[in-house]
């Protein structure tokens, strides 16, 4: 079985400052993992992924997310928010039972304020 | 640009009617996905199709069924809509094999926000 937790349904920033979304995963195999953004009545869109080549992920938009097998953790930053990053992020892990179909965290929807 | 269009987005329909959703993507591919997105809840999978005519159920599939007769189109059916069945609803398509699914990631729909009333 697999799962996905993001911690904080929200995560208020100020424009400029570092942005953290947290995920962290259980898989019984080697997980793929990935986050995806959602802007304002819109679909979801890849940001990343992580498909067991280099643990530290670049994305688009200056996101980066670093893979830590020992604390199974799938963090999401990005050195410096923009207001235009206002959306929900959701991290997602497949790969386990033969499955490459992604199970979803329950989004954290970032905030930026000027 | 590849596309996932879902017909509607927005619908208002009544209790006990039967709704369809549709969903039409131009890229060729072969396996498509519904989910339906609630606050706090994520994407949740109600079914998913590898090829034309192919179905299988997701995690919650109960109270809806698909049609796949066309490569290009996956319809989701609310046999009889109930108000607990009030969501956002998405569609998404990768390419085979499924492992395309890890390598390129889904393409979206921009969703159905259906309220049943």
Known sequence: AQSVTQLGSHVSVSEGALVLLRCNYSSSVPPYLFWYVQYP?????????????????????????????SETSFHLTKPSAHMSDAAEYFCAVSGSGGSYIPTFGRGTSLIVHP | DVKVTQSSRYLVKRTGEKVFLECVQDMDHENMFWYRQDPGLGLRLIYFSYDVKMKEKGDIPEGYSVSREKKERFSLILESASTNQTSMYLCASTSRPSRAVVNYGYTFGSGTRLTVV
């Open chain 1, 41 to 69: 009545n819109q679909g979801l869109q890849l940001l990343l992924k992580y498909t067991s080549a280099a643990t530290l992920v670049k994305g688009i938009n200056g996101f980066e997310a670093e893979f830590k097998k």
